[in-house]
């Protein structure tokens, strides 16, 4: 029998002929990829490195410095990359961003390879075509210091997409209708293909990898395809090998995904597994705050989305709308469209990037009792702050349309927003 994407990508980089569902490997990792939170005073310290060459850190949660601790962990992590001598380094400044952002747009994640990094959703970087997964942070001390890791094989399940999503439909939909309807996937790997990928760019490719995490999926990929290819030899010189599943792979289950049939959604609170809805049936929910941002939706589209949804309105009175692009980079080509401007002039706030208010850190903490509609990664009880606020998850526009009527609304029209 054949082998999927990710059984053929940790094969190749555990120097074996094929493995299998249930099977334990030790790998060689090709990039490590470090955050701030690494060198938080409580972190382990790190006396050597297998190859600074494969190492990349990136401060993503507490930027700009929101503390004492956090400005402390920075100052370790400048001190760690001089004392390497890591050149692949994104410090607070014009080429700083989320990690996993910045990582596939440097195209340091290459198609596959194997990346780990102590952030949870580095699954997000599967859309690049690689095994990438989130580790503990032993775990990537050990990976960081001798090159190598260990995974157990999971199944895999396959989604297979066609047909064009509808106007007003993302693939923040997309994700919320495979939570909605297919549930968790724990212990599982998520590979995504069919006829559909044409039509799929990599920011909407990116959603659905990142989001995978909250399916509790080990691994999330997509098949590589001339879209990817060309984005990874503009930005990246190194030899890489494409990886597509054999025709005969065993899957756990092979699911058909008609992109044209799902509708917008929205996750109601506390969960997104078996908890999502038509959004019509979460409609005019008062809000205190809407978010738009993280690894999974701070990409140049949601910005253009949340624009144009905005232009010539006004924020509702009493609601914070904030906006966090996924890099420094993002924030310069949504300045040079127009879109921040929009966003400005409608009552918006617009961060630097940060993985901020998505982890309740900092530049957007929820108060007790209040009601957010994000369209970043997690919904669950105390994630952006007080463990009494509600979190409602949704697509950007859905978001955007949410902050003008004070209400989770439709992008679609609001007859009290657009009055």
């Known amino acids: 029998m054949g082998m999927t994407i990710i059984e053929k ?7 074996l002929d094929a493995v299998s569902p249930g099977d334990f490997v030790v ?4 990039t490590v990829v470090m955050t701030d939170l690494a060198f938080k005073p409580t972190a382990r310290e790190i006396l050597r490195l297998a190859d600074p060459a494969r190492v990349v850190v990136v401060f993503d949660h507490n ?5 004492r601790m956090s400005a402390a962990a ?3 992590g400048r001190d760690f990359v001089r004392r390497f001598g890591i050149e692949r380094f994104h410090d607070v400044g014009p080429r700083q961003g989320i990690s996993h952002v910045v990582v596939a747009d440097e195209a340091y994640a290459l198609p596959g390879t194997v990346v780990t990094c102590s952030d949870s959703h580095t699954c997000a970087l599967g859309f690049m075509n690689c095994a990438a997964r989130g580790a503990g942070a032993p775990e990537l001390v050990y990976a960081a210091a001798t090159g190598k890791t260990w995974f157990r094989v999971g199944e895999t399940v396959r989604y297979d997409l066609h047909g064009v999503m509808r106007p007003g439909v993302s693939a923040k939909d997309v994700f919320l209708h495979i939570a909605g309807t297919f549930g968790d996937h724990t212990n599982q790997n998520v590979e995504f293909g069919g006829p559909a990928l044409a039509d799929l760019n990599l920011n909407a490719r990116r959603t659905l990898t990142t989001m995978g995490a909250e399916l509790s999926a080990e691994f999330v990929t997509f098949e ?3 879209a990817l290819i060309e984005h990874v030899r503009a930005r990246n010189p190194a030899p890489f090998t494409p990886v597509w599943p054999d025709s005969d792979a065993r899957y756990a289950a092979r699911r058909r995904l008609d992109l044209d049939a799902i509708e917008p959604l929205v ?3 506390d969960a997104v597994i078996k908890n999502t809805a038509p959004l019509a049936e979460a409609a005019g929910e008062p809000i205190h705050q809407a978010f738009i941002g993280s690894c999974s939706n701070g990409t140049l589209d949601d910005i253009a989305d949340a624009a144009r949804v905005v232009r010539g309105r006004q924020v509702a009175p009493g609601v914070r709308f904030l906006v966090t692009p996924g890099s420094s980079a993002i924030l310069r080509a949504a300045s040079a469209a127009g879109y921040v401007q929009t966003l400005l002039d409608a009552g918006a706030v617009v961060t630097p990037a940060t993985c901020g208010a998505c982890f309740g850190g900092h530049m957007g903490v929820l108060g007790p009792g209040e009601i957010c509609v994000t369209s970043s990664t997690r919904n669950f009880k105390g994630r952006m702050g007080d463990p009494s606020a509600r979190i409602y998850m949704a697509s950007s526009a859905t978001v955007a349309a949410s902050a003008i009527a004070g209400r989770v609304a439709s992008a679609a029209g609001d007859t009290e927003a657009s009055a």
Request: proline letters at 12%.
């Open 27 to 30: 790998v060689n990792v090709d």
């Open 63 to 67: 930027v700009p410095a929101s503390d």
């Open 9 to 15: 990508i940790l094969a190749r980089a555990g120097g």
């Open 74 to 76: 920075h100052a370790a």
């Open 224 to 226: 590589p395809d001339a």
């Open 267 to 269: 996750a109601r609170p």
